[in-house]
């Protein structure tokens, strides 16, 4: 094989630290069972973040609106569950499909203007949901949110395994949807229209004249990201039996593209990354100043940007030492 | 006499008070090698950018093959085969050359759309980039991030992406802008080396370049095309010359 | 339905003054900032300290309200935001949200989270009743001083040095500066006036919009809205955009009190669907 052919494909091969972050995961849930409650909501929101990662990292799109999808997802699981059937798959794929058309109809509104705009319209979406579960009370339980999801047992091949109050059932439940998604995003993000997403990311011009239909890249990009974010979404209603209205708030959309930054844009990992040393901050802090956790967050914001982003995850480049 | 292969006809762009493309017909024949020269401002670039998609005219038609295109998109003209090179090196910051050429081969084997086997799976992307690298010297930093290449491989990327799409017609946009001189005949050395049956629309300041390499000439001027003819008749056209030549190219032309 | 009409237009004007600094920051600097509804927070909160705690008359609150909101932008810009005006759209987003929620949970912490209250003077109190139309005597005074307000800075812009110098840095940052324009100055001028007038603005919308410490983030995708549809380039633009905001929101909050703010979201949506670059931007506008 020709030394570019092999360069070709070294892109695509896995790394070491790429096996040890899934063994890692698998791991966690053996050695960890008293944590599992925590390590599944660190699990949705990394799964949450990769989602982000594929329209922000990988196709550059800043979005703030990007809990819509994750709120929809939660909800349409949330209400499969009570009023149709509480199987959790089946309730999955459900969250997934209706995130999935949502995407596909917003990925309309992201196609053209600014970054402004965008970032108005990921926004205005988010929000509208936002009203509209709070207006649909009858259906969605509105300010109160929507208690008693009580799923039915999880069929799986070594036999049907109830959701217990530890949580290691949901723990496990949701690895396996956490890391089923990143291998499919894995083959997505290095197949040629992975490659395509970031060109398209770099310049959108030149991804044009190189024959690249930006607009099809996106709305399916765009999709995928809102399917893969329902997907979050219905785990965390699935597992923690509960909706509500926060699921569709500013903070969650703000809060999901901090972990991202603080795990690294654009190698799909950090969304992981991130979600793992944002939680265990988050609980941190939290155990210090209850309320001010949004001070210390806000400062970290700051100070991140002042210093540079690239530096978080370089801390070679710390104190001057050029890669 | 050669098939017409790109034509435009009664082109206008109109925007603002102005109007940099004004009632241009030209016909580009195939395996051209035609120039596009005019002073500054004289809406050459604008008109790259009509015949590629990027801007849409006010009236007039654009014709490839026989084909109306005036209302076709910017990806799908490339993949019609009309490609340009842009003025200022429009790359992909953060992919390596490698990839760049490899996602333009993709392009237009018309396999960027696969989304489950990685890019380079296909064997048919590797040999093309290979020959390319090393077309123009880019085979000791296929793998580097773009962002970090020096400007004279960039400048060598920037027109490799477009070769790597195989056009049928090629618009170069200044392309050995900012190159030094010692390695500008080098780029035209590849443009020449390209397949007779490719036409190449040039647009290009440096004179000797011009001669050396096209043989039939379009000049612009305030956006309407002002003579039209092989080189040797146009650098010998009084009023091109007073428009636009200097002096010391007229000692060229006959010395 | 008059009346509604007047409150609208009373409210669209409050907009207007709030999200001006907003507009502008963003037509002349590029930056996104989100942040903007916190100097709007901080204006109101001069003014209802001044006034309960200190006793100072409402009208003199105003000045003071924006000279202090000034100040801090004018300590702000160079200190923090000169740095990151080249930096990519993310990271202004991010910087201006971390800044939101300092700001935000920095009042809560020293002022508490409860909404204050001010005692308008009593000749603002009340209103005027013409036939059919209830002009309340507070948004009467909003709309006159918001407007002289406008027309001042129209003014402004079209008159003085300054404002030619403004237009000029706004339309071609790196050719104005190439003209040996302080672009540095004009830049820290700006975004001082700016968050002054949002912080005005926060003062004279204490009693209608309400202050806690919520309100930057409540209110901030109504400015970035008025910022949106109007684009940055006129100021105008953003003048009839907030117009068209403050009347919507009223009317749709009063007749269709169901849907809520969700008649403004949808409304956005779809003008920003057909005009991506806002409704009034120029041609060719637009980042």
């Given at each position: ?323 | ?255 | ?119 308008l003077p009593a000749w603002l109190q009340g209103r005027f009743d013409i036939s059919w139309i209830g002009i309340g005597k507070y948004r009467l005074f909003i709309i006159v001083v918001c407007a002289a307000l406008a027309i001042g800075l129209q003014w402004m812009l079209s008159n003085t040095r300054f404002g030619s110098q403004l237009r000029a840095s706004v339309d071609d940052p790196r050719v104005a500066g190439g003209l040996g324009l302080n672009v540095n100055r004009i830049f820290l001028l700006t975004f001082a006036v700016g968050s002054g ?91």
């Open positions: 094989m020709s030394a570019v052919a092999q360069a070709l494909r070294a892109h695509a091969r896995w790394r070491w630290w790429e096996l040890a972050t899934f063994a890692a995961l698998v791991l966690s849930w053996l050695l960890l069972p008293g944590q599992s409650l925590l390590l599944n909501e660190i699990a949705i929101l990394a799964l949450f973040a990769v989602s982000l990662d594929l329209i922000l990292g990988y196709s550059g799109i800043v979005s703030l609106g990007h809990a819509a999808f994750f709120g929809i997802g939660s909800y349409a699981a949330a209400l499969f569950a009570k009023l149709v059937m509480p199987d959790p798959w089946v309730g999955m794929v459900v969250a997934i499909a209706v995130a999935a058309l949502l995407g596909a109809l917003c990925s309309v509104l992201i196609l053209r203007g600014s970054d402004l705009t965008r970032l108005m319209v990921t926004l205005g979406v988010a929000s509208i949901l936002y009203e509209l579960a709070n207006k649909l009370d009858w259906l969605t339980g509105g300010a109160d949110g929507l208690p008693g999801v009580v799923m039915g047992p999880l069929r799986t091949p070594f036999g049907a395994f109830e959701f217990d109050l530890g949580g290691r059932t949901a723990y496990a439940y949701t690895l396996f949807v956490l890391i089923l998604c990143v291998l499919l995003a894995r083959r997505l993000v290095h197949s040629p229209f992975g490659t395509s997403l970031q060109a398209l990311r770099d310049n959108r011009l030149r991804a044009a004249s190189i024959g690249l239909s930006v607009n099809a890249r996106l709305v399916v990009v765009y999709t995928v990201a809102a399917a893969i974010a329902g997907a979050a979404g219905g785990l965390l209603a699935q597992t923690t039996g509960f909706a509500s209205l926060d699921v569709f708030e500013f903070h969650r959309s703000a809060e999901v593209m901090l972990v991202l930054v603080i795990g690294g844009t654009g190698y799909l990992y950090g969304g992981i990354f991130g979600a793992i040393v944002f939680k265990l901050l988050h609980d941190l802090v939290s155990a210090w100043t209850p309320q001010y956790w949004n001070f210390w967050l806000g400062l970290f914001l700051v100070i991140l940007v002042l210093v540079g982003r690239e530096k978080l995850t370089r801390p070679w480049t710390w104190f001057g030492a050029k890669r | 006499m050669s098939e017409v292969v790109l034509e435009t006809r009664g082109l206008l762009k109109r925007f603002g008070g102005i109007t940099p493309t004004n009632d241009v017909s030209i016909q580009v024949e195939k395996g051209a090698r035609r120039a596009l020269i005019g002073p500054n401002g004289a809406g050459k670039t604008t008109l790259i950018n009509l015949l590629t998609g990027v801007l849409e005219p006010t009236a007039g038609s654009i014709w490839l093959d026989g084909q109306d295109i005036t209302q076709l998109a910017p990806h799908k003209r490339v993949r019609r085969g009309v490609v340009r090179t842009f003025q200022i090196n429009q790359l992909f910051g953060e992919l390596t050359p490698l990839q760049s050429l490899g996602l333009a081969v993709a392009s237009h084997l018309g396999i960027s759309g696969g989304w489950w086997k990685p890019l380079g799976s296909d064997a048919r992307v590797a040999p093309a980039c290979e020959t390319l690298l090393a077309q123009f010297h880019l085979s000791d930093v296929m793998n580097q991030p773009v962002k970090h290449l020096a400007y004279g491989k960039r400048r060598l990327l920037e027109i490799a992406t477009a070769l790597a799409c195989e056009p049928r017609v090629l618009l170069l946009d200044e392309p050995v802008a900012g190159v030094p001189e010692g390695e500008r005949q080098e780029i035209f050395d590849i443009v020449n080396a390209l397949p007779a049956d490719v036409s190449v629309l040039l647009i290009e300041h440096d004179m000797d370049l011009v001669f050396n390499f096209a043989s039939s000439v379009t000049v612009l001027v305030n956006g309407a095309v002002f003579a039209e003819g092989d080189v040797q008749a146009i650098s010998n056209d009084p009023r091109v010359k007073a428009v636009y030549l200097g002096e010391s190219t007229e000692e060229r032309a006959h010395g | 339905m008059l009346t509604l009409l007047f409150d609208g237009i009373a409210y669209g004007m409050l907009l207007f003054v709030l999200a001006v600094g907003l507009a502008v920051t963003l037509g002349l600097m590029n930056f996104i900032n989100l942040a903007h509804g916190a100097f709007a927070m901080a204006g109101g909160y001069i003014t209802v300290l001044l006034m309960n705690r200190l006793g100072v008359p409402f009208l003199a609150t105003l000045p003071l309200a924006f000279l202090g909101t000034a100040l801090i932008g004018a300590l702000l810009e160079p200190l923090l935001y000169r740095r990151l005006y080249g930096k990519p759209h993310l990271d202004q987003v991010l910087f201006s949200i971390g800044l939101v929620f300092m700001a935000v949970t920095g009042v809560d912490f020293i002022i508490g989270s409860t909404q204050q209250n001010i005692t007038l949002a912080g005005l603005g926060g003062a004279l919308g204490a009693e209608i919009l309400g202050l806690d410490p919520s309100f930057p983030l409540k209110f901030m995708i109504y400015f970035l809205i008025v910022v949106s549809v109007g684009g940055t380039t006129t100021l105008t633009g953003p003048l009839l955009a907030a117009l068209l905001l403050g009347i919507a929101d009223v009317a749709g909050k009063y007749y269709v009190p169901k849907l809520g703010a969700f008649i403004v979201y949808t409304l956005m949506i779809v003008i920003l669907l057909l005009r991506p670059q806002g409704l009034f931007a120029r041609a060719g506008g637009g980042k």
